[in-house]
DNA sequence: ATGACCACCTGCGAGC
DNA sequence: TGCTCGCAGGTGGTCA
């Protein structure tokens, strides 16, 4: 599930139905699933049993939840393992989570059968009768065990700390991001795919931002003016607003909350995805262009390609 | 150092 | 029916 807002709803999932619980059994069933986490899966099982859930966070299109506990309990259920990380008062341990293409968190009953493509299992110590379920049809995702920045409050696991904060995040800096995309030399729509710019818009919000700006997505970063970048943060955050509010977009089964369902917003998309449908700004039939091995999706008349810059 | 590409996977629908 | 091709919400390593 791809995109912040989708991100998000699963993220408000794990809120409700996870954070709080301690950690019973860890299964893998498939070793791609924890390919981020550099100790394997027999590590990564060993390490989570008997940890307390915290509150999930968010970055971008990452989820993390942070865990306490790890003493002797967890000790003796390493069996050995030696620690990665001493246990400190400055720092933690965060079960990091990205869902690739394909991924989902799903809260099933215990007893519920097991998808296709599940690749990790969860459960739970205690009587609630769920469990939480990482499901990944291409494997582009995965889970891993990570340390956490020191001092940090939202207990951000290390290994991403380069992904930029999402528009989304109160402490997002939009003057900051304009001085950022004036200093690129690349068009708008890579730098708003660029996760260490900004974090959390994908093809589907990169191209709904960019029509209700009426702006090119080959458009030359170093041509944006204090105002342009303005509007468009503000249309990146309206839209991926309006999909939170309707649980997300999603074209199939694949994109789901923890329980299964799927959200709305694929009927309020206005670009991506309506090739050949007219522009509700114009009439003219929306474009799809090959773009960096995926599409982009545009109103040629709306969005009007930038003009040849002389080499 | 920065920017551009493509490999990593599985499945589905279209076309032959 | 069944093959091949193109395509899919993302990321990171590698190349220039």
Same mark, same amino acid.
């Given at each position: 599930?791809?995109?912040?807002?989708?991100?998000?709803?699963?993220?408000?999932?794990?809120?409700?139905?996870?954070?709080?619980?301690?950690?019973?059994?860890?299964?893998?069933?498939?070793?791609?699933?924890?390919?981020?986490?550099?100790?394997?899966?027999?590590?990564?099982?060993?390490?989570?049993?008997?940890?307390?859930?915290?509150?999930?966070?968010?970055?971008?299109?990452?989820?993390?939840?942070?865990?306490?506990?790890?003493?002797?309990?967890?000790?003796?259920?390493?069996?050995?393992?030696?620690?990665?990380? &001493?246990?400190?008062? #400055?720092?933690? @341990?965060?079960?990091?989570?990205?869902?690739? /293409?394909?991924?989902? !968190?799903? *809260?099933?009953?215990?007893?519920?059968?097991?998808?296709?493509?599940?690749?990790?299992?969860?459960?739970?110590?205690?009587?609630?009768?769920?469990?939480?379920?990482?499901?990944?049809?291409?494997?582009?995702?995965?889970?891993?065990?990570?340390?956490?920045?020191?001092?940090?409050?939202?207990?951000?696991?290390?290994?991403?700390?380069?992904?930029?904060?999402?528009?989304?995040?109160?402490?997002?800096?939009?003057?900051?991001?304009?001085?950022?995309?004036?200093?690129?030399?690349?068009?708008?729509?890579?730098?708003?795919?660029?996760?260490?710019?900004?974090?959390?818009?994908?093809?589907?919000?990169?191209?709904?931002?960019?029509?209700?700006?009426?702006?090119?997505?080959?458009?030359?970063?170093?041509?944006? &003016?204090?105002?342009? #970048?303005?509007? @468009?943060?503000?249309?990146?955050?309206?839209? /991926?607003?309006?999909? !939170?509010? *309707?649980?997300?977009?999603?074209?199939?089964?694949?994109?789901?909350?923890?329980?299964?369902?799927?959200?709305?917003?694929?009927?309020?998309?206005?670009?991506?995805?309506?090739?050949?449908?007219?522009?509700?700004?114009?009439?003219?039939?929306?474009?799809?262009?090959?773009?960096?091995?995926?599409?982009?999706?545009?109103?040629?008349?709306?969005?009007?390609?930038?003009?040849?810059?002389?080499?």
């Amino acid at each position: 599930m791809p995109e912040l807002p989708e991100v998000e709803v699963v993220r408000r999932g794990l809120e409700r139905w996870i954070s709080g619980r301690t950690i019973d059994a860890v299964e893998v069933l498939h070793p791609r699933a924890i390919r981020r986490h550099a100790a394997g899966a027999a590590d990564f099982a060993a390490r989570l049993k008997g940890l307390r859930i915290g509150t999930a966070c968010r970055r971008g299109k990452y989820l993390w939840l942070p865990v306490t506990g790890g003493g002797p309990a967890a000790q003796t259920a390493a069996e050995g393992i030696p620690p990665i990380i &001493t246990p400190s008062v #400055t720092h933690g @341990l965060a079960i990091l989570a990205h869902l690739g /293409m394909s991924g989902q !968190l799903l *809260v099933q009953p215990q007893d519920a059968p097991d998808e296709k493509h599940l690749r990790i299992r969860i459960r739970f110590a205690d009587d609630l009768g769920t469990e939480l379920r990482f499901v990944d049809q291409r494997t582009f995702g995965g889970l891993s065990v990570h340390d956490t920045v020191p001092g940090d409050a939202d207990h951000l696991p290390d290994v991403i700390a380069h992904i930029a904060r999402d528009p989304l995040d109160p402490a997002f800096d939009d003057a900051a991001f304009h001085t950022a995309l004036r200093r690129r030399r690349t068009t708008i729509k890579r730098a708003l795919l660029d996760q260490s710019l900004i974090s959390g818009v994908g093809n589907i919000y990169a191209d709904e931002a960019l029509w209700r700006s009426r702006l090119h997505y080959d458009r030359p970063t170093a041509t944006f &003016t204090r105002p342009r #970048t303005a509007e @468009l943060l503000g249309h990146v955050r309206d839209v /991926m607003n309006a999909a !939170l509010a *309707v649980g997300g977009t999603s074209f199939d089964s694949l994109y789901v909350n923890v329980n299964g369902e799927s959200g709305y917003f694929d009927r309020s998309l206005d670009a991506y995805g309506r090739e050949d449908e007219p522009c509700r700004r114009c009439g003219t039939p929306i474009r799809r262009r090959p773009w960096m091995n995926r599409s982009s999706y545009f109103c040629p008349r709306c969005q009007r390609p930038p003009r040849p810059s002389r080499p």
